[in-house]
C-alpha cells in the first residue's frame, strides 16, 4: 500500500517533505554570517518559496469534504499542534487538548510525537540492567496514558504497533518487538524524522507554570541505551541527543535513586501511529 493510492494522505505527506526542505533552508541561512550574505539570500527565497509550495498544498487539502476534526484535516491545519486527546484533570494542563507533531507518514499511517514533553518520569523503578520491554515508562503509557488520554473514537484511529528494543546493547533475546500503541522514540527516530531543528522540547508544566521560550525546555527520553542498559539516551534541553544517556531511575530534581546531584528533570515525549484512511477511498 502507498500514499499515492490515496491522493489525499499523498498531499499530506508532500507538505511534510515541503516542511522538511524549507527548515533545512532557513537553518542553514541562519547559519551563514556576514560573508555568506549572498548565499544566505538565495537560500531565504527558496525557503519562501518553498513556504508558498506547502501552503498551496494545504489549501488543497483544506478545500477537500471531511469532517473538521479529521485527522487529516488537523494535520493539514497546523502540523505542529495536531490537537488529539486531552490531559487529564489532575495534570498539569489538565482538561486541555494534547497537540502532536506530524513528524512522518508510512503508508496510511501518521507517526505523532507530542509537542511538548507531557510530564517527567523515571524511565524504570529501579536501578538495573532493563529492557524498553520492561521498563516503567512503558508500563505507565500502555496502562494509564492511553486509557486515560483518548476517547472511544481516538483510541480506533491509534494503531498497535511494533516497537523494537533499540541499541547495539540491547541482547538479543530483547529484540523481538513489543506491541504498543504509545511508545518512546528511538535515537535514529527522534534524529531523522524529527530534524535537528526540532528536538528541543518544552514542557507542559513549565509553560502552565509561565516559563516561556528556551526557560521552559527540558530533557526528555529516548528508549535508545547510553553507556549500558542501565542508561538511556535522552535530548537535553538544546536540543541535542546525550550520547552516554541518564540512570534509568533519575528525574525529579535529585529525587530520583543515585541522583542526589541532579538538577534536572528528565520527561517523557511519546509518539504514536494514527490512521488516516477511513476504509474507504474520499
Known amino acids: 500500500m502507498t500514499t499515492r493510492a490515496y491522493p489525499d494522505i499523498f498531499e499530506l505527506k508532500t507538505m511534510l517533505k515541503l516542511r522538511k526542505e524549507m527548515d533545512e533552508k532557513k537553518r542553514e541561512a541562519a547559519s551563514l554570517g556576514f560573508f555568506g550574505r549572498k548565499r544566505k539570500a538565495a537560500l531565504e527565497r527558496e525557503a519562501a518559496e518553498l513556504q508558498q509550495k506547502l501552503e498551496e498544498t494545504r489549501q488543497k487539502i483544506l478545500n477537500l469534504d471531511y469532517p473538521y476534526d479529521h485527522p487529516i484535516m488537523l494535520a493539514a491545519r497546523d502540523m505542529d499542534a495536531i490537537p488529539y486527546g486531552r490531559m487529564t484533570d489532575d495534570e498539569p494542563g489538565g482538561g486541555e487538548s ?84 504509545l511508545f518512546l522514540l528511538s535515537e535514529k527516530e527522534a534524529v531523522e524524522k524529527l530534524g535537528p531543528g526540532r528536538l528541543s522540547c518544552q514542557g507542559v508544566d513549565l509553560l502552565a507554570e509561565g516559563a516561556r521560550g528556551a526557560d521552559a525546555n527540558v530533557c526528555w527520553w529516548l528508549r535508545t541505551p547510553g553507556e549500558s542498559m542501565a542508561q538511556r539516551r535522552f535530548v537535553t534541553p538544546d536540543g541535542f541527543v546525550d550520547p552516554d544517556g541518564a540512570c534509568v531511575v533519575m528525574t525529579r530534581r535529585g529525587k530520583g535513586a543515585l541522583a542526589s546531584d541532579v538538577d534536572f528533570d528528565v520527561y517523557v515525549r511519546p509518539a504514536m501511529y494514527v490512521q488516516l484512511f477511513d476504509g474507504y477511498v474520499f
Open 98 to 181: 494534547i497537540l502532536w507533531q506530524l513528524i512522518d507518514i508510512v503508508d496510511t499511517k501518521a507517526l505523532l510525537v507530542s509537542r511538548h514533553a507531557l510530564f517527567a518520569a523515571t524511565f524504570h523503578s529501579f536501578f538495573e540492567d532493563v529492557t524498553y520491554e520492561d521498563s516503567s515508562v512503558r508500563e505507565i503509557l500502555r496502562d494509564d496514558c492511553y486509557d486515560e488520554w483518548f476517547d472511544a473514537g481516538e483510541k480506533a484511529r491509534i494503531e498497535l504497533e511494533p516497537v523494537w528494543e533499540d541499541g547495539i546493547l540491547a541482547p538479543m533475546g530483547s529484540r523481538a518487538c513489543t506491541q504498543d500503541f
